[in-house]
């Protein structure tokens, strides 16, 4: 395989690395661990996916995704009374205005300080100008 993301031994990027969709049975990513009902559970990427984007977040036009073993992989921590109520504090806050106190139906945008969109609530056009 002569791909630029092609390095299994780890030589070029200081990890094994695979390009995308060509990743070794064993190893997952966050998402797909979360699928299986697992999470990493503190292990280090065992290996990376990379490869060219152009969509925000990548960084030089290059995308990677952390690779962990599936079989050291743990359970997902089951749901606790206390853990979700402590998420839905966390949820009413995102959707709570910071000056008047009104819920919007939607989490509000860091960029505006958590206040009010303009034409709702106490947001006016000015406030974004600020």
Known sequence: MTSKYYDPDGSRY?????????????????????AQGLRPGGQEPAAQLMWRSRAGGSRGGVRIAWLYRIDAALPVRPM?????RALARALLARHTCRSCGLVHEYCLPTSLGRTCPPGTGCATPADLAA
């Open 14 to 34: 200081g990890i094994p690395t695979f390009p995308r969709h060509l990743a070794p049975a064993g190893l997952a990513t966050k998402s797909q661990l979360r």
């Open 80 to 84: 606790t009374p206390a853990r979700e």
